[in-house]
C-alpha cells in the first residue's frame, strides 16, 4: 500500500556530504511517522533518525546527532536526509521507513514500510 524507494546514495570522501530522499508512493504519508536506518556490512540495523508527521519533531542518534538532518516534504511525499561530515563509519545501506502510527519512533518493529536501501561509501 505505501511502497518506498530511496536514491542518493553513492561514494564520497571522508568529510564530504550527501542527500537521501526516499519517494513514497501508492498513498500519501503525510500522516505517518518516518525514520531512517542503516546496515552495515556484518552489523545489525540500527536507528539513524526520526521525523513525526509535520516534520516538527526529530530525533537522532548519538552517532549521528549534528552531522545528519532529517526533513521531509510532504507536498512532495517525499523523506530526505541531509548527511554531513561523513565518516568510513557512516558507510552502510541506508533504509527508509514509514509508519502510521502517531509520533516519533526509533524503534525497527513500529514500522510498517521499508525501503529497498541505498547504500553509502565513504572512503578514507
Known amino acids: 500500500q505505501v511502497q518506498l524507494v530511496e536514491s542518493g546514495g553513492g561514494l564520497v570522501q571522508t568529510g564530504g556530504s550527501l542527500t537521501l530522499s526516499c519517494a513514497a508512493s501508492?498513498?500519501?504519508?503525510?500522516?505517518?511517522?518516518m525514520g531512517w536506518f542503516r546496515q552495515a556490512p556484518g552489523k545489525e540495523r540500527e536507528f539513524v533518525a526520526a521525523?513525526?508527521?509535520?516534520?516538527?519533531?526529530?530525533y537522532y542518534a548519538d552517532s549521528v546527532k549534528g552531522r545528519f538532518t532529517i526533513s521531509r516534504d510532504n507536498a512532495k511525499n517525499t523523506l530526505y536526509l541531509q548527511m554531513n561530515s561523513l565518516k568510513p563509519e557512516d558507510t552502510a545501506v541506508y533504509y527508509c521507513?514509514?509508519?502510521?502510527?502517531?509520533?516519533?519512533?526509533?524503534?525497527?518493529?513500529?514500522?510498517?514500510?521499508w525501503g529497498q536501501g541505498t547504500q553509502v561509501t565513504v572512503s578514507s
Open positions: 521525523v513525526n508527521w509535520n516534520g516538527g519533531s526529530t
Open positions: 521507513a514509514a509508519t502510521s502510527r502517531f509520533g516519533i519512533h526509533t524503534v525497527q518493529n513500529i514500522y510498517n514500510y
Open positions: 501508492g498513498r500519501t504519508v503525510s500522516s505517518y511517522a
